[in-house]
């Protein structure tokens, strides 16, 4: 399942958030998006797991926690729509 984990504060690093979700599952993988422009963080990420109980757990455990002074929002990933 993949995971969309906003709200994150820019000094957030890809290991931590791999840290946080460890304890529902074992990420695949963990991206931090950045401005294309500056390659700073743009406050969001996704991080895969291999099942979907490890996902329903991970948004159980971590919505609404608090990370570097501010409350993450953690739910499923939406699938990619076009842009106009």
Same mark, same amino acid.
């Given at each position: 399942?993949?995971?969309? &984990?906003?709200?994150?504060?820019?000094? &957030?690093?890809?290991?931590?958030?791999? *840290?946080?979700?460890?304890?529902?599952?074992?990420?695949?993988?963990?991206?931090?998006?950045?401005?294309?422009?500056?390659? *700073?963080?743009?406050?969001?990420?996704?991080?895969?797991?291999?099942?979907?109980?490890?996902?329903?757990?991970?948004?159980?455990?971590?919505?609404?926690?608090?990370?570097?002074?501010?409350?993450?929002? &953690?739910?499923?990933?939406?699938?990619?729509?076009?842009?106009?």
């Amino acid at each position: 399942m993949k995971l969309y &984990v906003g709200n994150l504060s820019s000094d &957030v690093s890809e290991s931590q958030l791999s *840290d946080l979700v460890l304890p529902y599952g074992k990420p695949s993988s963990t991206e931090i998006v950045k401005d294309r422009a500056t390659g *700073d963080s743009r406050g969001f990420a996704f991080i895969e797991l291999s099942s979907d109980a490890e996902g329903r757990a991970a948004i159980a455990g971590l919505d609404g926690k608090e990370v570097s002074g501010r409350a993450i929002k &953690v739910n499923e990933a939406r699938p990619r729509t076009g842009r106009a």
